[in-house]
């Protein structure tokens, strides 16, 4: 037993432990979706998290000792929000013929998206600096670290917000956009990937080719609007 | 081979956007002048293939990339037990009221030419 002890502790502070766990996690949970017919609650980011997260507070291991592992995982983040060029660039025909309408949308609904959260949590009596990490919570959480930062939030909150708008986002659009009688496929994904950034992305790929395609170009617009607005409108206005 | 080239690409398009940014305290962020510096690049033909590989390869498990920054939740727990149910009816909320307006407005643009593909 005291050797399992030792080579538990040993094995929990190399950076082995954090990829492996992150990789396990996320293909059982993949799994699962899988066998569920992709129903939204099985979401996989959700339950990743929601495992991993517990088996660090069970074990008591520290956010830093699992991010030396999971760092391999996270820095592939910046070369996908490049890769998002190339489904706008595969579809630039289709960008440039419905330009007005596709820039319209993502900046009302980006402006409507940031406005009701800082809003609302106002309303609520949050913190200011709940507020200003709020702000960027559309814009997929590497870009909303930094956008956060020029606001004078907290990076890291930030990421945390992102990530849960995103998972709010995978798991009702379904029954939001049913709701509201939208069928088309390029207006459904167009719109989860505006609201909910990556992981809506993420789960519109899963469902439909056309929306997929069409939230990875709402996701890269957001980026690109909410990264050149959102600091510009906060110097021109504080 | 050609995932290869094309991720050590990305990394590069990403690098100069990470230069261009600190260097000239651009308001946008590093990996998104990268995505800008991509679309003219696409256009030289031999780049392309191994560009979409990688991009491809990067964007179908796109939700993975996020499970480390997710697990950060666990340093914010007191903010979050803190906040938490009214955190959570903001963020809901908030992320309906952007998902309804991005649609309507799309929906007013291309109404009848997206509904006549979906007859």
Redesign the interface.
Same mark, same amino acid.
Request: hydrophobic share 60%; glycine share 10%; charged share 10%.
């Given at each position: 037993m005291a050797d399992f002890v030792q080579l538990w502790v040993y094995l929990s502070t190399t950076p082995l432990f954090g990829l492996t766990a992150t990789l396990v996690a996320y293909v059982a949970a993949q799994a699962l979706y899988a066998r569920v017919d992709r129903a939204p609650w099985a979401n996989p980011v959700l339950w990743s998290v929601l495992v991993l997260g517990a088996v660090l507070v069970v074990t008591g291991t520290s956010y830093p000792i699992y991010f030396a592992g999971a760092q391999f995982v996270h820095v592939l983040l910046g070369p996908a929000v490049v890769a998002l060029g190339w489904p706008m660039w595969q579809r630039r025909a289709e960008i440039r013929r419905r330009g007005l309408a596709l820039t319209s949308a993502a900046l009302l609904g980006g402006a409507a998206a940031a406005c009701s959260a800082v809003g609302l949590a106002w309303l609520l009596g949050m913190p200011e600096d709940i507020l200003r990490s709020l702000a960027p919570k559309s814009v997929t959480a590497p870009v909303a670290m930094g956008i956060a930062e020029r606001l004078g939030g907290i990076p890291a909150l930030a990421a945390v917000f992102a990530v849960m708008t995103g998972m709010v986002g995978a798991l009702s659009a379904k029954y939001l956009f049913d709701f509201m009688g939208i069928r088309s496929w390029a207006i459904r994904g167009f719109a989860l990937g505006t609201a909910s950034h990556g992981i809506g992305a993420a789960r519109a790929l899963q469902v439909h080719a056309a929306a997929g395609a069409y939230a990875g170009i709402a996701l890269g617009m957001q980026v690109l609007l909410a990264s050149v607005l959102m600091p510009l409108l906060y110097f021109l206005l504080f | 081979m050609t995932v290869l080239r094309g *991720?050590a690409f990305?990394?590069l *398009?990403?690098v100069i956007?990470e230069v261009l940014s600190h260097s000239l305290k651009l &308001? @946008? &962020?590093? &990996?998104?002048i #990268?995505? /800008?510096l =991509? =679309?003219p690049s696409?256009r030289m033909a031999w780049l392309r293939d191994s @560009?979409?590989d990688?991009?491809?390869l990067? *964007?179908?498990h796109?939700? +993975? =990339?996020? /499970? &480390?920054? #997710? %697990?950060? %939740?666990?340093?914010?727990l007191a %903010? =979050?037990s803190q906040?938490g149910l009214? +955190? +959570?009816?903001?963020?809901? /909320?908030?992320?309906?009221? #952007?998902?309804? %307006?991005?649609? $309507?407005? $799309?929906?007013a643009?291309?109404g009848n030419e997206? !509904?006549r !593909?979906?007859g």
């Amino acid at each position: 037993m005291a050797d399992f002890v030792q080579l538990w502790v040993y094995l929990s502070t190399t950076p082995l432990f954090g990829l492996t766990a992150t990789l396990v996690a996320y293909v059982a949970a993949q799994a699962l979706y899988a066998r569920v017919d992709r129903a939204p609650w099985a979401n996989p980011v959700l339950w990743s998290v929601l495992v991993l997260g517990a088996v660090l507070v069970v074990t008591g291991t520290s956010y830093p000792i699992y991010f030396a592992g999971a760092q391999f995982v996270h820095v592939l983040l910046g070369p996908a929000v490049v890769a998002l060029g190339w489904p706008m660039w595969q579809r630039r025909a289709e960008i440039r013929r419905r330009g007005l309408a596709l820039t319209s949308a993502a900046l009302l609904g980006g402006a409507a998206a940031a406005c009701s959260a800082v809003g609302l949590a106002w309303l609520l009596g949050m913190p200011e600096d709940i507020l200003r990490s709020l702000a960027p919570k559309s814009v997929t959480a590497p870009v909303a670290m930094g956008i956060a930062e020029r606001l004078g939030g907290i990076p890291a909150l930030a990421a945390v917000f992102a990530v849960m708008t995103g998972m709010v986002g995978a798991l009702s659009a379904k029954y939001l956009f049913d709701f509201m009688g939208i069928r088309s496929w390029a207006i459904r994904g167009f719109a989860l990937g505006t609201a909910s950034h990556g992981i809506g992305a993420a789960r519109a790929l899963q469902v439909h080719a056309a929306a997929g395609a069409y939230a990875g170009i709402a996701l890269g617009m957001q980026v690109l609007l909410a990264s050149v607005l959102m600091p510009l409108l906060y110097f021109l206005l504080f | 081979m050609t995932v290869l080239r094309g *991720l050590a690409f990305l990394l590069l *398009l990403q690098v100069i956007g990470e230069v261009l940014s600190h260097s000239l305290k651009l &308001p @946008v &962020p590093g &990996p998104v002048i #990268g995505l /800008v510096l =991509l =679309l003219p690049s696409l256009r030289m033909a031999w780049l392309r293939d191994s @560009v979409a590989d990688a991009a491809e390869l990067l *964007l179908a498990h796109l939700s +993975l =990339l996020f /499970v &480390p920054v #997710g %697990v950060g %939740v666990i340093t914010h727990l007191a %903010v =979050l037990s803190q906040y938490g149910l009214k +955190l +959570l009816l903001v963020i809901a /909320v908030s992320t309906w009221i #952007g998902m309804a %307006v991005t649609a $309507l407005v $799309l929906r007013a643009f291309l109404g009848n030419e997206e !509904e006549r !593909e979906h007859g």
